[in-house]
C-alpha cells in the first residue's frame, strides 16, 4: 500500500494526493452536504468521550462521557458545554461505560431533551450505571460540604439520583446490525464490539459519506466477550487508542492471576481487586471460580463489594447472545461469590481476617467501597492491591501504578504497606496490534484516521504505526479541533 503524506499547518488539514484531510475554512460546502467532525473530549485523555457530529443543519452528538482523572480535566464536567445543549438534535452512545455516558444527565439538565440512541444492553447497564453515579456525586457533595471543602455552600453534585433518572427516559434502543435515522438524512448502524455488554462502533451516513467510530475496541481473545465485529465499509475511521503503545502478553488471565493470587492467599493475606463494576468484575469472578474449581487456587472466602456490579452480573443470564459465559459459568459463579449488599455488612467486611479475595468498585480507585478497604487493609504487608485495568492519570490507581506508599482518601493520608500488582492480562481493551488488525478489516482505503480516547504518547505511537504499516493518513485531533467530513473537491487545498 503506498505511503501517504499529510502536512497541517495553521490550524488546518492540507490534502495530499490521495487524501482527503479538509480545512473547514478552505471549503465551500453546499448546506445540503456540508458533513462536520468536531472532537469535544477524548483528547489527550482516555475519558470524556465525545464527538459533535453536523450534517445539514443538524447536530448528533457521538458519546457523552465524564472526564475522569486530573482537576483541569474534571473541571470541564463543570463548565459550559462548548454548545448549546438544547441545538442538538439526538445523542448516539457506543457502550455504558461512564467516560461514554457519564455525562447525559448534566446534558440533559442544560436542556437537551431529544433521543438517546443506543444497543438494549447499552439501556440496561446505564439504568444501573447513571443512578449510580448521581448517588455517588450526591455523597461526595454531603461529605465536602460536611468537611467544608468545597468553594460552594452549600456543595452541589454535578447531577444527583433523579436527575439520571430522569435522563434515562430518553434512550431508544436498536439492535445490533439494524439501520435507524438518528437525525433526518443521516442512517446509523451498531456493530458488536465486544468489550462490555452492549458496546458498540457505529457507523453514520450521510450524502454517500461515511464515518465509523470505534467506541471502545474489546479483545479477539476475551474470556468473556465476543471478538470484534470487522470496520467494514467506512470513508472515515475514529478509533480510540488506549494502548496504542503497548501490547498485551501472551499469557492468559487465568495464568496471571494463579501466579499472582496463590502466594498472597498463602501466607495468609487478603487481596483486593478494585474492579470496574462493569465487565472487568465479572471476567475476574468468571476466571477465579475455575482456579479454585481446578484446585489452583485455595477455597477461600471470595467476596463481591459492589452492589452495582452484583445487578450487572445478573444482565448476563439477561443478554445470554452477547458474551462467551454458559449458563453452567454464571452458576459457578454464583455458587462461589459471596455478594455484600448491605453498609453494614461491608463495614463487617474490614474486620474480617485473611485468606480472602475481595473485589470491590471502583476500578480506578477514584471512589465506592473499595476505598474503605484500603484504609482498612493496605498497611499490612501480608495483603496485596491488585489492579486490574487501565489506570487514567490523576487517579488513586495511576499513583499506585507510579509507585506512591501513601494514598490521600477521606482526608487522611493511607499507607501503602501491602503489595501493589498490577494485571497485565485483564484489560477489556484492544492492544496496538489488535487495533490494526481491526483496522485492517476495513473494505477499503479510507479517506483517514482519527486517533483519539489515549494519552498522548499512546494515541502518537498509533498514528506512527497506522501511516507506516497500513499507509493511511492518520492525524491526533486537539480538543475542540473542528474538521469536515465531505467537500467538493474543486475546493480541497492540495499540499
Known amino acids: 500500500m503506498t505511503q501517504i503524506n499529510v502536512s497541517f499547518r495553521s ?99 442544560q436542556g437537551f431533551h431529544k433521543r438517546v440512541w443506543c444497543t438494549h444492553a447499552t439501556a440496561s447497564l446505564c439504568r444501573i450505571l447513571l443512578p449510580d453515579s448521581g448517588h455517588l456525586l450526591e455523597e461526595e457533595a454531603t461529605y465536602a460540604h460536611r468537611v467544608g471543602s468545597s468553594r460552594h455552600s452549600p456543595a452541589r453534585p454535578l447531577y444527583t439520583e433523579d436527575d439520571a433518572r430522569r435522563s434515562l427516559e430518553l434512550m431508544r434502543m436498536v439492535e445490533f446490525e439494524q439501520d435507524f435515522e438518528p437525525v433526518p438524512g443521516m442512517t446509523a448502524r451498531f456493530r458488536m464490539q465486544g468489550h462490555i455488554l452492549g458496546a458498540a462502533a457505529v457507523t453514520l451516513e450521510f450524502a454517500g459519506t461515511r464515518i465509523t467510530f470505534s467506541g471502545d475496541l474489546g479483545r479477539p481473545n476475551d474470556p468473556v466477550m465476543p471478538p470484534p465485529r470487522p470496520l467494514g465499509q467506512t470513508d472515515w475511521i475514529v478509533t480510540e487508542a488506549t494502548y496504542g503503545n503497548r501490547l498485551h502478553p501472551a499469557i492468559s488471565l487465568e495464568q496471571e492471576l494463579h501466579h499472582v493470587l496463590a502466594p ?20 475476574l469472578l468468571h476466571v477465579i471460580a475455575k482456579l479454585q474449581a481446578d484446585h489452583r487456587l485455595p477455597d477461600v472466602p471470595v467476596y463481591l463489594n459492589s452492589p452495582m456490579a452484583t445487578d450487572v452480573s445478573d444482565l448476563y443470564a439477561r ?175 492540495v499540499a
Not at 41 to 65: F, I, K, M, Q, W
Not at 264 to 283: E, K, N
Not at 360 to 384: E, K, Q, W, Y
Request: charge should be positive; proline fraction near 4%.
Open 264 to 283: 498472597v492467599l498463602a501466607r495468609g493475606g487478603i487481596a483486593i481487586i478494585p474492579s470496574f463494576a462493569v465487565g472487568r468484575a465479572q471476567m
Open 11 to 109: 490550524g488546518f488539514m492540507l490534502r495530499a494526493p490521495g487524501c482527503h484531510w479538509i480545512s473547514q475554512a478552505m471549503t465551500a460546502v453546499p448546506d445540503s452536504t456540508r458533513f462536520h467532525l468536531q472532537f469535544l473530549g477524548a483528547c489527550g485523555t482516555v475519558t470524556g468521550s465525545r464527538y459533535l457530529v453536523e450534517a445539514a443543519g443538524h447536530r448528533l452528538l457521538v458519546d457523552c462521557g465524564l472526564f475522569q482523572g486530573y482537576k483541569t480535566l474534571r473541571l470541564r464536567n463543570w463548565a459550559s458545554f462548548p454548545v448549546d445543549p438544547a441545538s442538538l438534535d439526538a445523542v448516539v452512545l457506543t457502550h455504558a461505560h461512564l467516560d461514554h455516558s457519564g455525562y447525559l444527565p448534566r446534558l440533559e439538565l
Open 319 to 493: 443478554h445470554s447472545g452477547l458474551h462467551r459465559l454458559e449458563s453452567q459459568d454464571l452458576d459457578a459463579m454464583r455458587r462461589m461469590t459471596i455478594v455484600i449488599n448491605s453498609a453494614e455488612e461491608s463495614k463487617a467486611l474490614n474486620r474480617h481476617r485473611g485468606p480472602m479475595i475481595i473485589v470491590s468498585a471502583s476500578g480506578m480507585l477514584t471512589g465506592g467501597r473499595v476505598l474503605h478497604h484500603l484504609i482498612a487493609f493496605s498497611a499490612d504487608p501480608r495483603n496485596a492491591i491488585v489492579l486490574c485495568g487501565y489506570q487514567a492519570g490523576g487517579t488513586r490507581g495511576a499513583a499506585l501504578v507510579g509507585g506512591a506508599r501513601s494514598l490521600r482518601i477521606y482526608g487522611q493520608d493511607v499507607a501503602i504497606n501491602a503489595q501493589v500488582i498490577q494485571l497485565t492480562t485483564a484489560s477489556a481493551h484492544a492492544d496496538a496490534n489488535e487495533i490494526l488488525a481491526w483496522l485492517h478489516t476495513a473494505e477499503h482505503l479510507p479517506r483517514g484516521v482519527f486517533i483519539t480516547h489515549g494519552e498522548p504518547d499512546a494515541a502518537d505511537a498509533l498514528r506512527v504505526r497506522i501511516k507506516r504499516e497500513l499507509g493511511w493518513p492518520a492525524h491526533v485531533p486537539e480538543y475542540l479541533e473542528k474538521v469536515t467530513l465531505q467537500a467538493q473537491r474543486t475546493h480541497d487545498v
